[in-house]
């Protein structure tokens, strides 16, 4: 029978569109004009990408000119690892290591470790503390041993898992000296927390237009002027000759209108969506003792540690597909964070790495919340969840099985 009533607790993976965005999405789309184009379509088209991108540099305390539009966050963070160490090993074939947090998005890791197999880097994992925050004192004493080794650092701005924030600023201090470029991927943290490219002193930065507001397959790379990026893919030379293709006036016209209104009002959202989140971090405590919250307490001194709209826990004896599964069942949309390999949940890399054993790390659960969100969204959540854990704990942990028949879908990270 389906639920009458859901919730959507999911907006780490994507959040819906705000209506001014679908507005500016639909009217751009109707038009035509390649922006390349030198024709009066095409100019008009081209004005609004320029537009566009000031608005985006001005959101994010960029200039336009470091504004490099691609088709979303994975695209950004490939040309990001990708393009820098390329760039780097030419004027320098010493430097081969590429730093990156143990707890990155895989659009960071994977091409980190693509470049491994393919292109002679060597990868350094930063190790994290137990709420998934960097071990600054790892990098600096990774860096006062092997700087002239080293080709680039990324360090995510915030985790989207766990949702914990990194010391962005002490990575920057700790990198200067060396003048090692530093990337930080921040698709979970823009439009939701204060963010400014030029104070935080980065090289590069990566935001994703559905994460905000915008729509799927937009977003962009911040990049300094002065860094060298060899190209990921060749054709056009548009954006800088950085990422060649198109480019997508109507979706870079919507994701600018997003991240305008995310920068607007985010200190009201963040208010109202971080309340909302301790009423499901007490709401979840009460309803099952024994799950247990990763990365830093909110109801504790944690708030400003972490994401204002997520929430992540682990329960003890359940597997967390079990529990996404049975939640989607009475309505609850949520996530484990992870991804799943042939069909079997693999226990989440960012919890190991944050020190979780692995049988802890297979209940996870995160609970994400934005714009909206509501407190019924929490309460249906915290009504059906003591009967979802029970039947989750029933099956145990042999009940992988449950999610066997989405296995393609399951194989896919997500968020
Ligand atoms: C931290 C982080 N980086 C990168 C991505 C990928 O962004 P996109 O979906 O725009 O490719 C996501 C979302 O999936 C993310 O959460």
Not at 257 to 283: H, N, P, W, Y
Not at 299 to 304: C, H, K, S
Not at 365 to 379: I, K, N, P
């Amino acid at each position: 029978m389906t639920p009458t009533r859901s919730a959507y607790l999911d907006h780490a993976a994507t959040t819906p569109m705000s209506p001014a965005a679908v507005e500016a999405f639909a009217a751009q789309m109707a038009l035509t004009g390649n922006p390349s184009s030198l024709h009066a379509d095409g100019r008009a088209a081209r004005r609004v990408v320029e537009e566009s991108r000031e608005q985006v540099a001005a959101a994010l305390g960029a200039r336009p000119s470091e504004v490099v539009f691609t088709s979303g966050g994975t695209e950004a963070d490939n040309i990001a690892v990708k393009g820098i160490f390329w760039s780097r090993r030419v004027t320098h074939p010493e430097r081969r290591r590429i730093l990156v947090s143990g707890v990155e998005h895989h659009a960071v890791l994977d091409p980190a470790f693509w470049m491994a197999e393919h292109a002679g880097a060597e990868i350094v994992l930063l190790g994290v503390d137990a709420e998934g925050r960097l071990d600054v004192e790892a990098l600096r004493a990774e860096l006062a041993a092997h700087a002239d080794e080293v080709a680039l650092i990324s360090v995510m701005w915030a985790n989207n898992e766990v949702g914990t924030l990194q010391p962005i600023a002490e990575v920057v201090a700790a990198a200067r000296p060396y003048g090692v470029p530093v990337h930080s991927d921040a698709v979970q943290a823009a439009g939701k927390i204060e963010l400014d490219f030029a104070a935080s002193g980065l090289d590069a930065l990566t935001v994703s237009a559905h994460k905000l507001g915008g729509p799927v397959g937009v977003g962009a790379l911040l990049a300094r002027r002065s860094l060298d990026i060899t190209p990921v893919s060749h054709g056009g030379g548009q954006e800088r000759g950085v990422r060649s293709g198109t480019v997508d006036a109507a979706a870079i016209r919507s994701f600018a209108v997003a991240l305008t209104e995310a920068v607007d009002t985010r200190d009201a959202v963040s208010t109202r969506v971080s309340a909302l989140r301790d009423r499901l971090v007490r709401g979840v405590r009460a309803a099952v003792p024994t799950a247990v919250l990763r990365g830093p307490d909110p109801l504790g001194d944690g708030a400003a540690r972490r994401l204002p709209g997520s929430a992540h826990f682990t329960f003890p004896g359940c597997e967390g597909d079990s529990l996404l599964y049975l939640l989607d069942s009475a309505g609850v949309r949520t996530s484990t964070g992870s991804a799943c390999q042939a069909g079997v949940p693999q226990p989440s890399h960012v919890l190991l790495a944050s020190g979780v054993g692995e049988e802890d790390a297979r209940g996870a659960l995160r609970f994400s919340l934005g714009t909206t969100s509501s407190e019924e969204d929490v309460d249906l959540l915290v009504e059906v969840l003591p009967e979802v854990v029970e039947r989750a704990r029933a099956a145990g942990l042999a009940s992988a099985g449950i999610g066997a028949g989405r296995s393609r879908q399951a194989q896919e990270a997500h968020g």
